[in-house]
């Protein structure tokens, strides 16, 4: 290997994603890291990895004998810098699969920057490493394709954001990390001060205060990038730190705020997936959304839809219907697609999910070839309401009706939760596919007697 040290007397020409058949013959600096190297009748073929790609590398004895014998120790994860000749692979020996898998560089010169040890698991997007192994080795995960893409993705969303804003004739504002305590929903995390025996600042849960100030302040627009911090139980949803696109205005309506959300979400999409949303979106006041999907935030990207079954069963006399309606409460449902060959212990499983939020059960009816039902509590149905139930619940043969009775709130939370969880079992949710909407006109007060 040469002595000459690249990164003094050389810089790198190109990236490793970024050669393509229309360098051939060209000479070419590359630095990175080596995903695997193979020794192939004397040859040595290194696929050495950046950030933006992978080139292969060919070292022939041929030409540097040398070169090609002390090559033979590189493995993986090694940092290397080469440079060499970009030469076309041959049409037999093109790779379809590599944007750069129509050439190769003949390397010339080459030098390990960094040798390495050998790493404890793979970096490939398919690693079946675990999660602690990869977060006790976090330098290596993100060396991953699927990882260092995401990290670009998330830097270039921010570029997106930014220049959109300041088209809009926003500031963009630091506002302070170390603040007081301000009444948020969840528990402050505290910093001790030094300086200060026994007091404390808070690190922010949002910056709404701030941006408050800023607006008294007449600076009309603001937005920020803003990390946040929550003292709180990590969950799907719910993390200690994390970053929001906070935004501010002054002397708007809602119907403006709204235009300009939507309007930076069509940019982001536009230039990061080639995609146009259709705007403006559409606007389901909060009773909707809870009536129809039985949640705030519904996913609208498949039906399955909440529907009232109150009326159907209406003076029955199964006790679960006849209690709840007695008691001002409500029966509801959905109804899962081509389930009715489900059996009675998958039915319970949709039980036990129900029941977290509450409710007493699930009650199930399978729709026969000829729209009658069949289920333990269709027996205390008149032929009348059974119809109308099928009908109400929109069922075709071979679905599946879920009903669950109770008051409205826990009855519209379980059943919300069933629609995702049914969706997901079932595949109905489309990959790559975007729907977006306002929730609007949320209740300002709530009174619970």
């Not at 990061?272 to 705030?296: H, M, N, Q």
Request: include cysteine.
């Amino acid at each position: 290997m040469t002595s000459a040290r690249f990164v003094h007397d050389l810089q790198a020409t190109h990236s490793c994603g970024t050669l393509r058949r229309s360098h051939e013959g060209t000479t070419v600096v590359l630095m990175g890291f080596v995903q695997r190297a193979r020794n192939l009748g004397g040859c040595v073929f290194i696929d050495l990895r950046d950030r933006h790609g992978i080139t292969q590398v060919r070292i022939d004895p041929a030409l540097d004998a040398t070169l090609a014998l002390n090559a033979q120790r590189l493995r993986a994860e090694f940092v290397v810098a080469i440079e060499g000749v970009v030469a076309h692979r041959g049409a037999k020996n093109e790779n379809r699969r590599m944007p750069t898998g129509e050439v190769e560089v003949h390397a010339g010169r080459l030098e390990v920057l960094s040798e390495s040890a050998t790493p404890p698991f793979l970096i490939q997007d398919d690693s079946d490493a675990g999660e602690e192994l990869r977060l006790r080795y976090r330098y290596l995960d993100l060396r991953r394709p699927r990882l260092s893409r995401n990290m670009a993705l998330r830097s270039k969303v921010n570029q997106i954001t930014r220049n959109y804003f300041y088209e809009h004739d926003f500031l963009e504002i630091e506002t302070p990390i170390l603040t007081k305590a301000t009444p948020e929903g969840a528990r402050d995390y505290l910093v001790a001060s030094r300086v200060h025996p026994c007091h404390f600042y808070a690190l922010p849960q949002s910056p709404q205060t701030f941006k408050q100030l800023l607006m008294l302040s007449g600076m009309q627009r603001y937005f920020q990038i803003a990390r946040c911090f929550r003292d709180e139980d990590l969950r799907a949803d719910r993390q200690p730190e994390f970053t929001q696109i906070d935004v501010e205005m002054s002397f708007v309506s809602a119907a403006e705020i709204q235009r300009t959300i939507e309007g930076l979400l069509a940019a982001v999409f536009r230039e990061v997936l080639g995609e146009d949303l259709t705007l403006p979106f559409p606007r389901i006041a909060y009773d909707e959304a809870i009536a129809r999907f039985g949640s705030d935030r519904p996913d609208l990207r498949f039906g399955m839809e909440l529907f009232f079954a109150t009326e159907a069963v209406s003076g029955s006399e199964f006790r679960a219907f006849a209690d709840t309606i007695t008691g001002g409460g409500v029966v509801k449902g959905i109804v899962a697609p081509g389930c009715a060959s489900w059996s009675r212990r998958q039915v319970e499983t949709l039980s036990a999910e129900a029941a977290i939020f509450g409710a007493k059960g699930v009650l199930s009816a399978k729709v026969e070839s000829d729209l009658t039902l069949k289920g333990a509590f269709v027996k205390h149905l008149t032929a009348e309401q059974a119809t109308e139930l099928c009908s109400t619940a929109g069922a075709a043969p071979g679905d599946l009706i879920l009903l669950v009775a109770g008051d409205a709130t826990t009855v519209n939370a379980a059943l919300g939760h069933l629609r995702l969880h049914l969706a997901k079992m079932l595949d109905l949710i489309p990959k790559n596919q975007w729907a977006f909407a306002w929730v609007v006109d949320f209740p300002a007060f709530e009174w619970d007697p």
